[in-house]
């Protein structure tokens, strides 16, 4: 199984501010054949299911602000939210599917300071 | 626009045997994985497994002895069937085409004597 390792567990940032969320695979998700990085990032809120965000890992959803973007290759990768609204606070997660079982991080859990 | 709309029952004693059903509307049901996954109170996302339209299934190893997933294509439905259910399968169970990133309502299923 390809184990997906977040950091932080949590995160306080001010309104405003930027949020920087990792994730570390334990091998690599990017496929040669099409160059593309099998990653995803969600959005969860209370109560909720998960909203994708990103997919490969940098392509923002249709409808995702763009203060939300995704970047790296291979086993790191990492969202980073350009100005934190109030409105994203939430959990955050990355989730590979380059094969099966697929598999999710931990979570990030997102605060206002 | 593809709405997945889930159902089954709640609440189980031990060692009964899960049931959930969810249909695909408003799109084509073909060509894509079909996904369950579930998220015990509190904790992260786990996936159980997914099927084809084909009825091709790849089911996490941990769940594997204990779980069948099922299609009905012409009602556009999948299922999932979970045996011997104890405690620790007590959990907000999804289903969820995670090629763009669309997921159902949940659906909360304790275990519980």
């Known amino acids: 199984d390809i184990v997906m390792t977040q950091s932080p567990d949590s995160l306080a940032v001010s309104l405003g501010e930027r949020a920087t969320i990792n994730c570390k695979s334990s091998?690599?998700?990017?496929?040669?054949?099409?160059?593309?990085?099998?990653l995803a990032w969600y959005q969860q809120k209370p109560g909720q299911p998960p909203k994708l965000l990103i997919y490969?890992?940098?392509s923002r959803e249709s409808g995702v602000p763009d203060r939300f973007s995704g970047s790296g290759s291979g086993t790191d990768f990492t969202l980073t939210i350009s100005s934190l609204q109030a409105e994203d606070v939430a959990v955050y997660y990355c989730?590979?599917?380059?094969?099966?079982?697929?598999?999710f991080g931990g979570g990030t859990k997102v605060e206002i300071k | 626009q593809v709405q997945l709309q889930q159902w089954g029952a709640g609440l189980l004693k031990p060692s009964e045997t899960l049931s959930l059903t969810c249909a695909v509307y408003?799109?084509?049901?073909?060509?894509?994985?079909w996904t369950w996954i579930r998220q015990p109170p509190g904790k992260g996302l786990e996936w159980i497994g997914e099927?084809?339209?084909?009825?091709?299934?790849n089911y996490s190893p941990s769940l594997k002895s204990r779980v069948t997933i099922s299609i009905d294509t012409s009602k556009n439905q999948l299922s999932l069937k979970l045996s011997s259910v104890t405690a620790a399968d007590t959990a907000v169970y999804y289903c969820?085409?995670?090629?763009?990133?669309?997921w159902g309502q949940g659906t909360m299923v304790t275990v519980s004597s």
């Open positions: 989730q590979q599917y380059y094969g099966t079982p697929l598999t």
């Open positions: 490969w890992a940098s």
């Open positions: 099927i084809n339209h084909s009825g091709n299934t």
């Open positions: 969820a085409r995670i090629s763009g990133g669309i």
């Open positions: 408003g799109g084509s049901f073909s060509g894509y994985y």
């Open positions: 091998q690599s998700v990017f496929y040669s054949s099409n160059s593309k990085n099998y």
